[in-house]
């Protein structure tokens, strides 16, 4: 395997991942992107959450670099949000 290319973070010291996470968004109104996009995902959400459900399967695809692990911890996020202040 290309050590450039390792997927895990494993080389990464405490600062670096410190770092990724400040960078990183972690709601939808913080995220850049395609407004009708991240409306539809909204409003997925919301209708998970009203339902007591989990969110249908999403599928995010293109080069790196777009915001797709962004975009799906934000999803898990919003979702984790809303299930844990329904039970407290």
């Given at each position: 395997?290309?050590?450039?290319?390792?997927?895990?973070?494993?080389?990464?010291?405490?600062?670096?991942?410190?770092?990724?996470?400040?960078?990183?968004?972690?709601?939808f109104?913080?995220?850049?992107?395609?407004?009708?996009?991240?409306?539809?995902?909204?409003?997925?959400v919301?209708?998970?959450?009203?339902?007591n459900?989990?969110?249908?399967?999403?599928?995010?695809?293109?080069?790196?670099?777009?915001?797709?692990?962004?975009?799906?911890?934000?999803?898990?996020?919003?979702?984790?949000?809303?299930?844990?202040?329904?039970?407290?």
């Amino acid at each position: 395997m290309n050590e450039n290319l390792d997927p895990t973070n494993n080389n990464f010291s405490s600062e670096e991942l410190d770092i990724e996470k400040r960078l990183r968004p972690l709601s939808f109104d913080d995220f850049a992107g395609q407004d009708q996009v991240l409306e539809n995902l909204k409003v997925f959400v919301a209708a998970a959450n009203q339902r007591n459900e989990a969110l249908d399967h999403t599928l995010f695809h293109g080069p790196p670099g777009l915001g797709k692990t962004t975009l799906a911890n934000i999803l898990a996020n919003e979702l984790q949000v809303d299930a844990k202040s329904r039970f407290l």
